[in-house]
Structure formats: C-alpha cells, structure tokens
C-alpha cells in the first residue's frame, strides 16, 4: 500500500477542505484514520467540518489560509509542523473556474485563477515533498478534471490548468520512483458540488452534460484515496468519464475544437 498508515504524529493536509469534493476527501481519509488539517479561507466551514469529524472519533484541525496568497502558502508548513504534526500526506485541492471566451475576461480573474489552480499546486508540492522524500514516506493527491484530456473553449484558462496539473503530476510520479512516496492525480468529471455556480454556470446550463457523467463527491473522494493508497497515477471516477476521457485524447482538434465550442454554455450567451 502506498498511502502511509496513520499514526498520532503524522497527518493528511487538504487544501480546499470547505466545500465539495475536498470535504469528502476530508471524511474518508478521516474514515481510515487520519488526523487531517483542513485548509481553506472560509473559518466558519472548517470548524463546522472539524467539529463534525471529532464527533465522528477522527482528530481534525482547521487551518484558514487563503491559497492565492504566496505569503500564506509559504508558511502553511511551517503552520502544520507548529500543530505537532508531521505531513505525511498532501490533497491540493483548492480550486475555481472562470466562464467565457478570453475576449471577454477580466484580466484579474483569470491571473487569480492559475494562482490558485496551477501555481499553488507547484508551490506546496515543492515545499512538502523534501520532507516526505526525506522521511522515505509519503502521498501527493492532486485533484485535476477530465477537461485535462481535452481544450475547453470557453473555460480555456481553466481546461489548460488541468492540464498542467495532470502533466505536472505524471512528471512528479516517474521522479518520486524508488523514494517511498507517491503522486496521484484525480481526474473527476461533472460533480455537485457548487464549483459550477461559483464559476457562473446556471443550473440548467450545468446540466447540459449527460447524466451518465455525473458522479457524486463522496464518490470522486473514495476514487482519489483509494488510488492513493494503491500508488496509482491517474484516477479517473466512473466508467463513463474514463470512456470519454480516451476518446478526447484520439479525437482529431480539427473537428473537436469546434464543436465543443458550439456546445459550451458560457460561449453561448449574449
């Protein structure tokens, strides 16, 4: 197994911890005996979750740190080691999506998005790995998308994030080889979870995706732990999204591009 086994000294870090697919990632790593800290910048959520996890038997400590910040993610080690606790286990998780063409974005939102989806994942990668290369133990989980496999005219910014993420991830895992530690990188597909209103998507609009897409967060979390814990490398939830994930891959851009761009919601409004 290449998930370290939980102990009183050691612990699971999750960034975006507050809402959806992080909350349950909290819960089922919670399940198998993990003291987690919970990180994100909504305090209120944190000590609701954290509260609800200690009912539960399970030891957990809410950490706010708002991830875009460079200042904030450089002493989030420093913050955890100040808990007691040795990371053994890191779940980048935190993330958004802006909606539209690039033409029409604002400058801001866009920048404030690969900060927190492509350059925060780098950053605490590189800043927690030395110490679980150095322990000869430890687990990465970096929460990617099936948009990965695939452009996403009208959330490009956020598609090619994704991307990043689930090359950075490869290249982590051939490095990390023979060290002790391993990198996972979750690739769910569509997911209730709020992610989509945050991005500006409306109900109807979220839901021009197949059913048969779908997965629940408990789920997606069940999928990212246990490929951690069997030292996979790409995880992708469901049946479905694994078969469409392939044949983004195949599919020829010529005739690809298009008619995602025909189809995307945020590409069709006035």
Known sequence: MSLPPPSSETAAVVTGASSGIGT???RELARRGHQVVLVARSAGKLDQLAAELTASGARAYPLVADLEDRAA????????????????????NAGFSTLGAVAASDPQGEISMLELDVVAVADLCSRFLPGMVSRGRGAVLNVASTAAFQPLPGQAGYGASK??????TQSLAGELR??????????????????????GFTKDEEHVLPKILWESAAAVAKAGVDAMAHGRMVAIPGVANRAAAALAQVAPRSLLVPLLARQHPGLKRP
């Open 24 to 26: 349950e990632i909290a």
């Open 73 to 92: 993610r450089a002493r989030l080690l420093d913050d955890v080691s100040a808990l007691g606790l040795t990371p053994d286990v890191l779940v980048n």
């Open 163 to 168: 991307a990043f993420v689930l090359s950075y």
């Open 178 to 199: 023979g060290t002790g530690v391993t990198a996972t990188v979750l690739c769910p597909g569509p997911v209730e979870t709020g992610f989509g209103e945050r991005a």
